[in-house]
Every structure is written in C-alpha cells, then in structure tokens.
C-alpha cells in the first residue's frame, strides 16, 4: 500500500467517524497548541490514531507510519537542524582579500649619481614589484655569450628529470670546459651544477646532444620558449653562447628572462653555489667547480646567476643581489669590467633607493 492511498483511506475513515473521533481530535490539536512540546504532540496523534475503530487494519498501518516517522523526527531532529549541517554561506570578501597585498615599491631619493660605466647596455629591476630601476641602451641587440646557459638550463628542467643519467658522447667544442670524457655517465643535476657554476660548455653540448631531436631540436625548444616568455628580441643559434649572427639578446630581455630562472628553486640554488665538487655515477671521475662569478661571497647579498665573455661580446654578467629582504637583477653587457661595474650598481642602487608599501587607505 502506498503513501497517498494510506492517507486517502485515513481522510475516508475520519470522515465516517464523525461524533466522538472530531472531538477527540479538536481537543488533541488544542492541546498542542498549548504546549509545543513534540513528545506530546506525537503522543496526542498516536492516540487519536488508535481510537479509529470501523477499520483496524487502516489504523493500525497509518499508527504505525506515523509513530515511524514521529520518532525518526523526535531522535534527528537534534542532530539534523543543528547548524553544522548546513553548508556555511560563503565568507564576504573585503578589499584586502579580493585584491593582492601591493609589494614595496623602490622610491629613488635621488641622493647619488651614477658611477662612471663602460657597459654598452644596463639594465636593473626589482624583481618582486617589476619596476625598472635604471636602463641604458637595454633593447639594444648584442652578443650574450655565456649568459646563454639560463635559458639552456630552463630547456633542460623541462625536459629531464634531475636524476636522469646521460651519456657524454664525442664532443668537438673549444672554450669553458671541465673534462666531461666520452662515455661518462653523469646525472642531468651534475651537469647543471657543471653548465651554471663552472659555465662548461662540454656540459651544454651533453645535454643538448641526448635532447629528443639532438642538438638541433634543443635549439628549438630554446627558441620557442623565448617566444613563450615575450623576448622579442631574442634569438638563439646554439645552447652554448657562441658567436653568431643568429645568436643575439638584449639585457631587457636577459633581466626578465633572469627573473624567470631564479624563480625556479633549483636553479637558485645552483647559481648561488661557490664551489662544488661533482662526479660521474661510480664516484670515480671527480670534477671541481668554482664559480665563475667572483661577486659571490665577496659582495653582500649576490646570489649568481650567470657570466659570459667572449672577444665580440666582451664582458657579460647577469647578477641578483637581495638585501633586506630586496631582490634586484643587474644586466650589463660589452662591458671593459663586469664585477667592478655590477659592484657600483649594486652600491648606487641600495644606497639610493627606498622600499615604502603605497597602498589604498583600505590596507592603513
């Protein structure tokens, strides 16, 4: 027997009794009335039930439905309407929640001029606010060199895991290296310590050569992850930083792609290394690497990144230096003297500018 049939045959049978079972049950509604008490009122609806007596059958299945469901209310009911069982209405944002905290932003106070420089092309940037702090000449295309090796090691982190094991095959390239010999088996973290510490360009060939495609196909990922990144005017025609016509930057396009790289933890980390000893996976063939930046651990607060020199690029250094809790990126490239230039920036910079949070009255 269904619900609405039950309740149909209830209405029938209260309408045939109607003399005493109507009093009764006007008396029970005013009774509840009085006291809201659920016990009481169910206690009331049970006994009206019982009273029906033309059909026994009728009232004892709608007596028991509704003691069924009196009681399911009677014990859930403390439970179910508590407020914890109801979903939270959603929290209201304020200002400071919807929009992000604003970062300190450099305020020149114009108290020191600028050293003397021979860089062809600067360019410096608060890495956290993005705000240019000096450029000259920094969309100007020139020769990288080994500053190259950033966004060969962004190519490598993309494609190896670090524990990867590669194989050092024939190689044929002159400049930095570390006596990586054929055969050597050497993890890819190894050879980035390698690429980015001691700037070894048989490291940048190794990991270009075991790149799908080889060397030729590592190109292209550098290329189009240059695209990827909006350097617009940056090319590459080699993993390494060799001269070539096809092979250009400029130091606006360095310093972000910069950005781009210390972002990456383990690349930080590398770059910030003074000196390191790696090995090949036996532990027999031993290479020491001494950081060709000499800022690191000569000049408070620089954490690497990246040096380049050849005879038509000249002196390359990108750098990042942190101080009170302010990252900076330093590009100067064609310059006559890298460190002692970077070392002058760095100096002009914390010595001229101040950090002040400029924000809505929202954040006072």
Not at 104 to 109: A, H, I, L
Not at 226 to 242: M, V
Not at 250 to 272: E, W, Y
Not at 333 to 350: A, C, D, G, H
């Amino acid at each position: 027997m269904n619900f609405p049939a039950v309740f149909f045959l209830l209405s029938s049978s209260h309408k045939r009794k109607a003399g005493s079972s109507n009093a009764r049950k006007k008396q029970s509604v005013n009774s509840a009335k009085k006291d809201f008490s659920l016990f009481r009122i169910l206690k009331k609806i049970v006994k009206t039930f019982f009273s029906i007596g033309e059909n026994k059958t009728i009232s004892w299945i709608s007596s028991f439905l509704f003691l069924f469901f009196a009681l399911f209310l009677l014990l859930s009911q403390k439970n179910f309407f508590q407020k914890k069982n109801f979903p939270d209405s959603p929290p209201v944002l304020g200002f400071r929640e919807l929009i992000p905290s604003p970062k300190p932003y450099p305020v020149n106070k114009g108290i020191y001029l600028l050293p003397e420089l021979t860089a062809k092309s600067i360019f410096i940037v608060d890495v956290d606010s993005a705000v240019v702090l000096y450029q000259q000449n920094a969309d100007l295309k020139l020769l990288p060199a080994s500053t190259t090796k950033m966004m060969t090691a962004l190519v490598v982190l993309d494609q190896y895991p670090l524990d990867k094991v590669l194989t050092v095959g024939q190689l044929k390239i002159d400049g930095s290296k570390i006596g990586l010999l054929p055969g050597e088996q050497i993890t890819v973290e190894n050879l980035l310590y390698a690429l980015l510490v001691g700037s070894a360009n048989d490291a940048a060939e190794v990991l270009a050569q075991n790149y799908p495609g080889g060397e030729a196909g590592f190109v292209l990922a550098m290329n189009q992850k240059a695209a990827d990144l909006k350097l617009e005017n940056t090319h590459f025609s080699n993993p390494i930083g060799l001269d070539d016509k096809d092979h250009y930057s400029t130091a606006k396009d360095l310093g972000r792609l910069a950005v781009v790289f210390i972002n990456q933890p383990v690349l930080a980390k590398i770059v910030a290394t003074p000196e390191i000893v790696i090995s090949d996976t036996s532990g027999t063939i031993k290479h020491n690497l001494k950081n060709t930046n000499e800022l690191i651990g000569k000049v408070e607060g620089v954490k690497g990144i990246k040096t380049g020199w050849t005879q038509n690029a000249g002196e390359c250094l990108v750098t990042l230096v942190e101080k009170g809790g302010h990252r900076v990126v330093i590009v100067v490239l064609e310059s006559k003297s890298r460190f002692t230039e970077t070392q002058s920036l760095i100096n002009w910079v914390f010595g001229n500018f101040d950090w002040l949070v400029i924000a809505p009255t929202m954040y006072q």
